[in-house]
């Protein structure tokens, strides 16, 4: 039962170089998203995505890119990292459907360092 | 624009003490309100989610309640033990995709 899984857990990047995060869900969940944690300041929506092939940005989309490429999973990308990008990301997911509670349930994280 | 705040920031309480935990919005056209937890260096794990009909849900020593007009909603805790250490987030899904996050109050249960 592995609900939202994320990889890899732990990244350092220097600034400019590139890498992708992948979120998978077993739970056949229609809704992802990519939210981003900072101290002090919550969590705050990166992109999401509504469906298999398609995105929207959320919030702070600047300097990421996503695909959906698979119903299941949803990727992450950095194509020129930035210190100001050094956080922890966590992939979400959510249920549509005709019992539709929009319960949202979360990966472990990924802490990316940009040095 | 809606904003989450939740007051206060950290809370230190003994052991078997029961306590509130508070969450206040700006907009009441939410579509569900959700309780997390989180332990340090850990993912958010789901604690309790009121539909915007639902006044308030129940789950073990944990009762949440919402009142929509006031933009509030209220995570109470019984008899609270060292375990229960940890941050408690409160998100508002509007009624669009995108849920909003309070900054969270980091709770200490001392023994």
């Known amino acids: 039962n592995a609900g939202v899984t994320q990889t890899p857990k732990f990244r350092v990047l220097k600034t400019g170089q590139s890498m992708t995060l992948l979120c998978a869900q077993d739970m056949n969940h229609e809704y992802m998203y990519w939210y981003r944690q900072d101290p002090g300041m919550g969590l705050r929506l990166i992109h999401y995505s509504v469906g298999e092939g398609t995105t929207a940005k959320g919030e702070v989309p600047d300097g990421y890119n996503v695909s959906r490429l698979k119903k299941q999973n949803f990727l992450l990308g950095l194509e020129s990292a930035a210190p100001s990008q050094t956080s922890v990301y966590f992939c979400?997911?959510?249920?549509?459907?005709?019992?539709?509670?929009?319960?949202?349930?979360f990966g472990e994280g990924s802490r990316l360092t940009v040095l | 624009k809606q904003e989450v705040t939740q007051i206060p920031a950290a809370l230190s309480v003994p052991e078997g003490e029961n306590l509130v935990l508070n969450c206040s919005f700006t907009?009441?056209?939410?579509?569900?309100l959700q309780w997390f937890r989180q332990d340090p260096g850990k993912g958010l794990t789901s604690l309790l989610l009121i539909q915007s009909s639902q006044r308030e849900q129940t789950s073990g020593r944990l009762n949440a309640s919402l009142d929509k007009s006031s933009g509030r909603s209220t995570l109470y805790i019984a008899a609270s033990q060292p375990g229960d250490s940890a941050t408690y987030l409160c998100a508002v899904r509007t009624g669009g995709f995108k849920t909003i996050f309070g900054a969270g109050t980091r709770l200490f249960v001392k023994a």
């Open positions: 907009d009441s056209a939410i579509y569900n």
């Open positions: 979400a997911s959510s249920y549509t459907g005709t019992l539709n509670t929009g319960e949202l349930f």
